[in-house]
């Protein structure tokens, strides 16, 4: 069998095999999982997805009444598990970029800070921090008679923060359109900027046209169409404000949890990078007199990702993962209106699947992004 001697060949029957094998396990599992369903009278069926829900959830990014579908409520609990993973993503990084910064600087009174926030959040229970924090909003903030008026059509209150939202009007989908189209164009004008300076050593400018091609899209596309730009202003009636947008007390809380606990961890990550890079590169910065600021902005990070993106990954995963223990405080995620749905259809079977496929679909979308920006960021042949 001379394929054995081929590396190669020998690799794929390998992991064919194995493949084969995973898929016969899985088969065996579900054939006697389905089988001891039907000794007790339990036939697995997703047909009482198109049954009426027949609850609320307190906050929705699309249309839902209790009259819907429990496909629909599933599909709102992902919505809000996607809106509140995307927002505590860019929270945490923010918060674990910055005190991972002045946690590696020189400053004695800001490491020491941001050592203290670190030892404080990484090590207290997530779910302790949410009920500290959700405890504390609802206490301190004003009843929704008395919301804080913030200016500019935003309040606050123990219930939920209002804010204006912008009402769709005809012509903005080409508005959209314009600006889906411009996302691309203006990360094709990065890679030209950057292949014109390794050929000619000369920098062209990017943010002044990236801007200008941005504001010129949207005018050009707004007097063409004749897009009227109206708000929907929160105005108090009764009990409560009608109009405009609101994020409920439990998403905030939720938001401001995950951020500052994976900051926290993030901003370890940011240190450990900042403090791989070799000595011999900031002295060589300070030789060229370039500022502290540039040094962290031109040499310092960009050297840094490549040994903060791999374990960042894996903060990302856990916090998407975490944004279950929302159902502690009654935000309607996927695994809240899993649960409610459970108790109401004594379908666990079904819904477990559903919610577990869904997370691992999310998962492996961030795993696979997480990857493309890291074989992006490596240095070749290093």
């Known amino acids: 069998m001379g394929w054995l001697a081929n ?55 699309i249309a839902y009444s209790a009259a819907d579908s429990y496909g629909r409520v599933l599909l709102v609990g992902l919505l809000n598990t996607l809106e509140l993973s995307v927002l505590c993503i860019f929270g945490s990084t923010l918060v674990g970029v910055v005190m991972g910064i002045v946690r590696a600087g020189n400053n004695w009174l800001g490491s020491r800070l941001a050592l203290a926030y670190v030892e404080l959040f990484r090590n207290l229970p997530k779910l302790l921090i949410l009920l500290a924090v959700f405890v504390v909003m609802v206490n301190q903030l004003p009843v929704v008679r008395h919301a804080w008026d913030l200016s500019g059509g935003i309040y606050i209150s123990n219930r939920a923060m209002y804010f204006p939202v912008l009402i769709w009007a005809d012509g903005m989908s080409f508005l959209l359109l314009g600006i889906l189209a411009w996302v691309p164009a203006v990360f094709f004008w990065g890679r030209y900027v950057s292949r014109h300076q390794d050929l000619t050593g000369k920098r062209l400018p990017v943010a002044w046209p990236v801007a200008g091609s941005f504001l010129f899209i949207v005018f050009f596309v707004s007097v063409l169409f004749g897009i009227p730009y109206q708000f929907s202003i929160p105005v108090l009636e009764r009990f409560d404000f009608v109009g405009g947008g609101r994020l409920s007390v439990q998403f905030v809380a939720l938001a401001v949890t995950l951020s500052i606990y994976h900051g926290g961890q993030i901003t370890e990550l940011v240190r450990g990078g900042i403090q791989s890079v070799s000595a011999s590169q900031i002295e060589a910065a300070n ?17 840094a990702l490549r040994m903060i993106i791999p374990p960042m990954g894996n903060q990302y995963l856990n916090l998407v993962k975490n944004t279950s223990i929302g159902l502690a405080i009654g935000y309607s995620d996927l695994v809240s209106v899993m649960s409610t749905s459970i108790n109401q259809t004594f379908r666990p079977i079904e819904l477990m699947s559903i919610t577990m496929m869904t997370y691992l679909a999310i998962s492996l979308v961030v795993t696979a992004l997480l990857n493309w920006f890291n074989a992006r960021t490596r240095i070749i042949g290093n």
């Open 287 to 303: 030789a060229l007199g370039l500022r502290q600021g540039q040094i962290t902005r031109l040499v310092l990070l960009p050297q």
């Open 7 to 61: 590396k190669e060949k020998r690799s794929f029957a390998i992991q064919l095999s194995l493949a084969l094998i995973l898929i016969a396990v899985s088969y065996i599992i579900v054939q006697n999982v389905r089988e001891n369903l039907s000794a007790v009278g339990i036939r697995v069926d997703f047909g009482f997805l198109s049954g009426e829900a027949g609850f609320d959830v307190n906050e929705s990014l």
